[in-house]
């Protein structure tokens, strides 16, 4: 997987050949990233690349023609076939469903926005995806594009081992993730680890890992519940919640 940033903060990405599980991919040659400075494309000798906007108001819009200048240069560098992700908050928002598509991908460019925005025109003409991490404002879009790659970059075949595998992850099956617990099964205080993770009965471990996945999912997040395919057990069992949470 390639990724091409288009920003005016490029040392920020220096971080992903820094830390963690995305920097073993960058070193294993799985995941690729470079960038592209918008204001080598600047045509001023202030190398600005924003201007006021039109019709007044605060702040600052980044210019067309640097930004498009930039894409061109990324897919020069990558594939033109590659798709162009603009992060910010007016973008559809990102779920796992979502990163699991993009993950799909050989290339990746990603346009990070600065100021009050980018002209819309570019938007229109070169972006093929608009995507927001959240309900609130960052200052940029250099966060963002950050979020999505390492939640891309973990799903890579091969970046992550066993022990870190993504199929145990929140999200995978649509629920939030159940508890986890290690050593010492009990601490000084006395809190325990629930006894049934002690068992060594690996299905009735399963059996109580969807149960408290369900749980969580149901107590913090319905709104996830209501888009899954449940079995008839889990449905009764939540039932009881509903019938508990009554009284
Ligand atoms: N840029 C600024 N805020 C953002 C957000 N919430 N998501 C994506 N890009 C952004």
Redesign the pocket.
Known sequence: MEFSVITIFPEMFQLFSGYGISSRAVQNEQVKVSTINPRQFANNRYQSIDDRPFGGGPGMVMMYEPLEKSILAAKNALTKSAKVVY???Q?EP?TQKKVNAFAKQDALILL??RYEGIDERLIETHVDEE???????????E???M?LMDSIIRLLPGVLNDSDSAIEDSFYDGLLDCPHYTRPAVLPDGQKVPEVLLSGDHKKIQQWRHQQKLKRTFERRRDLIECLCLSEEDKQMIAQWVQTNKK
């Open positions: 992060l910010s908050p973008g990102l990070c926005g995507v927001s991490i959240g309900d609130y404002v960052l200052s940029g879009g966060l963002p594009a979020v």
